[in-house]
């Protein structure tokens, strides 16, 4: 045995890792569907879901086998040479997005890069404007849409002509866009920022802003993508998501996430009518690698099998409905929102003391800014298991309100 196995993962994390995440306490060994293990025999339900990217759950039997047959065949391919399971892919993301083509890279922030990148080069102007609120990744483009001040900060100067409006006020959006705006970048659904649902008439409103001065309206479905919110995107609640050609739809989607199931990928998502980016002048080593490619094929194909989808849009309501009439007239509660398996109950307090309780209790669940906590589970998550997470919830925060 050596020397290091010894110690216990979470020192050598603390000791090697390069810092910038609280640790929760909890070293995760294994898991099965929306169950999984820690390193002492725990068992937890898991409403995190590797911050809702595992929509599958884990070691999903389809998911495992296309990632060891590929992992047989073929683990690299650069996009100058064909693929067969990259273009497979590329077609059932144009089916099930109604985007047309797709720059494919590895992660969330990635794919807001190639968005802002695209934009600037499509439209030959810079000013960005986004949503106050809004989380779109940590990398510097992408970081300069984001809101947080305290993600920003250590990090400024990030990129000019960057401006944040209120999201959901078409009044602000109308004043803020003009012609000389490249992207307009909006969550669908805020997550990170607390879990927020705009009123029916906010996404076609940004659309038409967006048309009336050239704009390209770029909305990021990293969080919300992939059956998350009960749709396959969470913006086709609103707007035509037909396959290949969207009508009405926005011009750019930002996706990761749940679109591999939890294998690390992201994807710039470029409307019907509107040109590839030119010869060299974006890429990446690791976008569209046949293992990604072949892990996010499956996820798609069971998100479609096993009708993921309509339960997450089913067992979402079923918990709002739930969580709003057992916690009407409770104090410590400011608002419940969601949509699909992405839930947010406001406190009117942090947050963290009722995480804590739930983890006690065998549920892992997140934050939401400091006093939204957060239910991401895998779309996949048994019935049983779903109840019983609502009602610790509820008694959990009826908890928080005793003297
Ligand atoms: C809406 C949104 N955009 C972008 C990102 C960044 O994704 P990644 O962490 O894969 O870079 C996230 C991550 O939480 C997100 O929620």
Not at 231 to 247: E, I, K, M
């Amino acid at each position: 045995m050596s020397v290091l196995t010894a110690t216990a993962p979470m020192d050598l994390e603390q000791r090697h890792g390069a810092g910038g995440y609280p640790s929760r306490g909890i070293t995760l060994t294994h898991g099965r569907g929306a169950r999984v293990e820690d390193s002492t025999g725990r068992t937890y339900v898991d409403c995190v879901a590797g911050h809702g990217a595992a929509c599958l759950g884990h070691a999903h039997p389809a998911w495992t086998r296309a990632l060891t047959r590929q992992g047989d065949l073929l683990v690299s391919c650069p996009t100058s040479f064909g693929s067969e399971v990259r273009g497979r892919l590329l077609e059932r993301l144009a089916e099930v997005t109604g985007f047309e083509r797709f720059f494919l890279c590895n992660s969330g922030t990635e794919a807001v890069e190639a968005a802002i990148k695209y934009a600037r080069s499509a439209t030959g102007r810079s000013r960005i404007v986004a949503a106050k609120r809004g989380f779109h990744g940590r990398t510097l483009g992408a970081l300069s849409a984001t809101w947080e001040p305290r993600y920003r900060r250590p990090f400024e100067p990030l990129i000019p002509g960057v401006a944040h409006i209120p999201f959901g006020d078409l009044e602000a959006a109308a004043q803020a866009l003009d012609s000389e705006v490249a992207a307009l970048i909006v969550e669908p659904i805020q997550g990170e920022g607390g879990v927020r649902v705009p009123d029916d008439d906010y996404l076609p409103g940004l659309r038409n802003l967006c048309d009336a001065h050239g704009i390209l309206w770029v909305v990021d479905e990293v969080q919300t993508g992939f059956g998350r919110a009960g749709s396959w995107l969470a913006h086709h609640h609103w707007l035509d998501g037909s396959p290949g050609q969207a009508t009405d739809g926005p011009d750019l989607a930002a996706l990761g996430k749940g679109i591999a199931g939890g294998f690390p990928m992201g994807a710039l998502a470029i409307r019907r009518g509107l040109p590839p980016f030119a010869a060299g002048s974006h890429g990446s080593t690791f976008g569209g690698n046949p293992l990604a490619c072949a892990v996010s094929s499956a996820t798609l194909d069971t998100l479609e099998q096993e009708d993921l989808i309509t339960r997450s849009r089913e067992l979402g309501e079923w918990a709002l409905d739930r969580l709003r009439q057992d916690l009407t007239g409770q104090t410590a509660v400011r608002e419940i929102r969601g949509m699909g398996l992405m839930i947010g109950v406001e406190l009117r307090q942090r947050s963290g003391r009722l995480l804590s309780r739930l983890a006690e209790d065998g549920i892992l669940a997140l934050s939401a800014g400091p006093t939204v906590a957060r239910l991401l589970p895998p779309l996949v998550i048994d019935e049983g298991d779903w109840r019983w997470v609502i009602e610790r919830v509820v008694e959990h925060i009826r908890g928080l309100d005793a003297p």
